[in-house]
């Protein structure tokens, strides 16, 4: 069974530096990319960026190119992602999901559960 | 990067009804546009992808359609399990970029 699975909530002060993680399972880590994606609470959806953990290659949204760094582990199977000076707009729920490429185009098929982060001021 | 908008942003149904949402894309997409579910507190979940391919284990009710700029995903028989709200979402350039949701409400 195709799992993944993220870390706990983390509350943090404005300022501080965080790395949470989204470990996979259930497949060959190395041969899909992982996609993060944030939500602000009661709000929509924003792709932040992929990477596939087979060779390290990022692409980043342009939206959050230098605000976070994406990186993986392909030895524990498991992607991250890491702020150095976290702010309190950085408050949200951000998702880690498994993109699957098709003839058809890409989509996501498995998503983890989700971490909420929330950073005071 | 290629905006999606969705419409309505929210909309009331009853159990049974028939409901469509729309995706519009800034360009020209071909078919490369998915859909989601999401229901509160979860992730979302894939229904529909390249347009109109119904993801494994999606019930027949959910349908996608369209291409290039306008999509359309329907529910044919509104089920009380499909109350969420539902998110387009574009694979054909980075950022691969989603519409603002459509709420669907029980009325």
């Known amino acids: 069974e195709v799992q993944l699975v993220q870390s706990g909530a983390e509350v943090k002060q404005s300022g501080e530096s965080l790395r949470i993680s989204c470990k996979g399972s259930?497949?060959?880590?190395?041969?899909?990319?992982i996609a993060w994606v944030r939500q602000i609470p009661g709000k929509g959806l924003d792709w932040m960026g992929v990477?596939?953990?087979?060779?390290?290659?990022?692409t980043y949204s342009p939206s959050f190119q230098g605000q976070v760094t994406i990186s993986a582990d392909k030895s524990i199977s498991t992607a991250y992602l890491q702020w150095s000076g976290l702010k309190a707009s950085d408050s949200a729920i951000y998702y880690c999901?498994?993109?699957?490429?098709?003839?058809?185009?890409?989509?996501?098929?498995?998503w983890g559960q989700g971490t909420l982060v929330t950073v005071s001021s | 990067d290629i905006q999606m908008d969705q419409s309505p942003s929210s909309l009331s149904a009853s159990v049974g009804d028939r409901v469509t949402i729309s995706c519009r894309a800034s360009?020209?997409?071909?078919?490369?546009l998915n859909w989601y579910q999401q229901k509160p507190g979860k992730a979302p979940n894939l229904l529909i992808y390249?347009?109109?391919s119904l993801q494994s284990g999606v019930p027949s009710r959910f349908s996608g359609g369209g291409s290039g700029t306008d999509f359309t995903l329907t529910i044919t028989s509104l089920q009380p399990e499909d109350f969420a709200t539902y998110y387009c979402?574009?694979?054909?350039?980075?950022?691969?970029?989603f519409g603002q949701g459509t709420k669907v409400e029980i009325k």
């Open positions: 999901a498994r993109r699957h490429y098709t003839s058809g185009g890409s989509f996501f098929d498995y």
């Open positions: 259930g497949y060959t880590f190395t041969n899909y990319w």
């Open positions: 990477i596939y953990p087979g060779d390290s290659d990022t």
């Open positions: 360009q020209d997409i071909g078919t490369y």
């Open positions: 390249a347009a109109s």
């Open positions: 979402q574009q694979s054909y350039s980075s950022p691969r970029t």
